[in-house]
Antibody, heavy 121, light 107 residues
Framework: QIQLQQSGPGLLKPSQTLSLTCGIS??????????WDWIRQSPSRGLEWLGR?????????DYALSVKSRLTINSDTSKNQFSLQLNSVTPEDTAVYYC???????????WGQGILVTVSS | DIQMTQSPSSLSASVGDRVTITCRAS??????LNWYQQKPGNAPSLLIY???RLQSGVPSRFSGSGSGTDFTLTISSLQPEDFATYYC?????????FGQGTNLEIK
């Protein structure tokens, strides 16, 4: 069974960098049939897809335009995990952040447990 | 970006009722449409993928249909555990986008 385990801080101050990690068990971050995605959820923005990383002979990333200038998603094959770094956070970045696996080029079939991230001075 | 619009935003129903939730895309997306169920405090859970395919382990009372711009999720006979929020999501193009959700409540 595939499991995604998230870790990272839950409270940040404005202008800081948000760093979250998603550990994978039961699959490989280098899988040629999956992408590894980050999604966040807030009352004001609903469910918002942020970006993904995936391996197809080499590593690729895609980012939502709304966060593209601030977001980096990386993979770590030695630890079988992927990570999110969001720079210069503001209170608008307050949300529950999820990692998830996407397969079939289409659907998100396994999700992490979610981490509530609050940005407040 | 492709906009996804769900209706209704909220719905009250009773155990045993047949319920239909609709999702409309702002442009044609073929059958690149997925449905998720979310209960408070939990991550969304995949119910239906590719518009009509039932995810493994999901009860057969759930079904999906549609293609192009209009899609439906139907629950044939509501069970107590089905009261939750439901989201559609398009995977036709990046960025993937979600509907605003339909909150299914007990009448």
């Amino acid at each position: 069974q595939i499991q995604l385990q998230q870790s990272g801080p839950g409270l940040l101050k404005p202008s800081q960098t948000l760093s979250l990690t998603c550990g994978i068990s039961g699959d490989s971050v280098s899988s040629s049939s999956a992408t590894w995605d980050w999604i966040r959820q807030s009352p004001s923005r609903g469910l918002e897809w942020l970006g993904r990383t995936y391996y197809r002979s080499k590593w690729y990333n895609d980012y939502a335009l709304s966060v593209k200038s601030r977001l980096t998603i990386n993979s770590d094959t030695s630890k079988n995990q992927f990570s999110l770094q969001l720079n210069s956070v503001t209170p608008e970045d307050t949300a529950v952040y999820y990692c998830a696996r996407l397969i079939g080029n289409s659907w998100l079939d396994f999700w992490g447990q979610g981490i509530l991230v609050t940005v407040s001075s | 970006d492709i906009q996804m619009t769900q209706s209704p935003s909220s719905l009250s129903a009773s155990v045993g009722d047949r319920v239909t939730i609709t999702c409309r895309a702002s442009q044609p997306i073929s059958t690149y449409l997925n449905w998720y169920q979310q209960k408070p405090g939990n991550a969304p859970s995949l119910l239906i993928y590719a518009a009509s395919r039932l995810q493994s382990g999901v009860p057969s009372r759930f079904s999906g249909s549609g293609s192009g711009t209009d899609f439906t999720l139907t629950i044939s006979s509501l069970q107590p555990e089905d009261f939750a929020t439901y989201y559609c999501q398009q995977s036709h193009g990046i960025p993937y986008t979600f509907g605003q959700g339909t909150n299914l409540e007990i009448k």
